[in-house]
């Protein structure tokens, strides 16, 4: 069965750093381009950075500078660094793949479960 699990949400003070990481894993073909969403109460979900699977990385304007995406092809990973913080930063984290299953190869995107972040003091 094909899943993304996610680790690293938690607490932490305006100005830290979390380390999220999202592993895809099941009868995976080829992995294609990843992302993180997020959203925060009374928000829409919004995109935080994405990368494609030759490694080019796009960010949001809310997370550029700060934020840093990256991947691992041979473990079925992507791994979003967050530094300084804030408490706008305050949110669910969720994994997004195009992922390539199963003996037919089918393509689609799988989420991950979600991984609360809250930024306070």
């Known amino acids: 069965q094909v899943q993304l699990v996610e680790s690293g949400g938690g607490l932490v003070q305006p100005g830290g750093s979390l380390r999220l990481s999202c592993t895809a894993s099941?009868?995976?073909?080829?992995?294609?381009?990843m992302a993180w969403h997020r959203q925060a109460p009374g928000k829409q979900r919004e995109l935080v950075a994405s990368?494609?699977?030759?490694?080019?990385?796009n960010y949001a304007d809310t997370g550029k500078g700060r934020f840093t995406i990256s991947r691992d092809n041979a473990k079925n990973t992507v791994v979003l660094q967050m530094n300084s913080l804030k408490p706008e930063d305050t949110a669910v984290y969720y994994c997004?793949?195009?992922?390539?299953?199963?003996?037919?190869?089918?393509?689609?995107?799988?989420w991950g479960q979600g991984t609360q972040v809250t930024v306070s003091s």
């Open positions: 997004n793949a195009r992922l390539s299953t199963g003996l037919w190869h089918v393509n689609r995107d799988y």
């Open positions: 099941g009868s995976i073909f080829s992995v294609g381009s």
């Open positions: 990368i494609t699977s030759q490694g080019t990385a």
